[in-house]
Structure formats: structure tokens, C-alpha cells
């Protein structure tokens, strides 16, 4: 069942300005991340990488939103892709980067508070790189599922 014509064209309208509001919020971290913006988080080479990559995830995926909103599907699409690829190179690079990290686990229920634990380093980078792993794998699935399904 396809939305009536006034649901698609008010959900368009409306994802211009939620696209830019998501584009904007991805230049003031970048603009953090730079150094333009006073930041309170030490500007560290682990720092930059990852607001890099979080600020395009959300700039690409800002644009991606506006452009789909003007019509431009084909354009939004590429700019979506885009925004996927910065967020597996964020969890690639917490698995697999240089440098040192830092992981907590914070278990709850509803019988008792949270409680919040430092985790090992190899223990996070394994859960990071397994899930980073099975994304990658689903990336390539699918771009090799494109290119067969354009061949025919």
C-alpha cells in the first residue's frame, strides 16, 4: 500500500528542514572536531578521527534526507551510502584502530540500580569488531548483489 499523495508530499516538505537541522548538527561537531569551535574534550588523534567520522555520518545523512525531500533520489541515495560507509568506518576503526580505548558495561533492572563497570580493552574491541565484521559483510553482500542484479 502506497501513502496517499498528501502524506508523500507533506513528508517531503517536512524532510527538508529535519534533514538540515540533522546537517547542521554534523557541522557544529565538525566545526568542534577542527578546532574552529571551543571543544571541552582534549583534541586528541582518537578524537579527530572518530568526530570525523561521526560528523559526516551526520551531515551525509542530513543532505541525503533534504535531497530526498527536493526529489533528488538518485543524489540521496549516494549521500545515504555515504553516511553508512563514515558509520563502519567509525566501528571499524574503534575495533581496529590504533591507539587506546576505554570501555564501560552498565547492567540495570527494575529490581536494582544500574550499575556501571570498566570492561577489559581486548573485550570491547571484540564485541566492536565482531559487529564491525558481520556490517562489513552485509556491505559487501550487497554490493556484489548489485553489480550481478545489473548485469541481467
Avoid: H
Avoid at 534533514?19 to 574534550?41: D, E, H
Avoid at 584502530?97 to 570491547?124: I, N
Wanted: aromatic share 10%; with cysteine; glycine share 12%.
Amino acid at each position: 500500500m502506497s501513502p496517499s499523495p498528501i502524506a508523500s508530499r507533506t513528508g517531503r516538505i517536512l524532510a527538508v528542514p529535519f534533514g538540515l537541522c540533522f546537517a547542521a548538527l554534523g557541522t557544529v561537531a565538525l566545526l568542534s572536531v577542527l578546532g574552529v569551535l571551543p571543544s571541552k574534550v582534549p583534541p586528541t588523534a582518537a578524537y579527530r578521527i572518530f568526530g570525523l567520522c561521526a560528523s559526516t555520518v551526520f551531515i551525509a545523512a542530513g543532505l541525503g534526507i533534504v535531497l530526498f525531500g527536493l526529489g533528488f533520489q538518485r543524489v540521496a541515495a549516494k549521500a545515504g551510502g555515504v553516511a553508512l560507509l563514515a558509520f563502519l568506518l567509525a566501528f571499524n576503526w574503534i575495533a581496529f584502530g590504533p591507539g587506546d580505548r576505554t570501555f564501560t558495561r552498565k547492567l540495570s533492572s527494575s529490581l536494582t540500580a544500574p550499575s556501571v563497570s570498566q570492561v577489559p580493552e581486548w573485550e570491547g574491541r571484540t564485541v566492536f569488531g565482531i559487529v564491525a565484521l558481520l556490517m562489513d559483510a552485509v556491505l559487501v553482500y550487497g554490493v556484489v548483489r548489485g553489480r550481478v542484479a545489473k548485469r541481467f
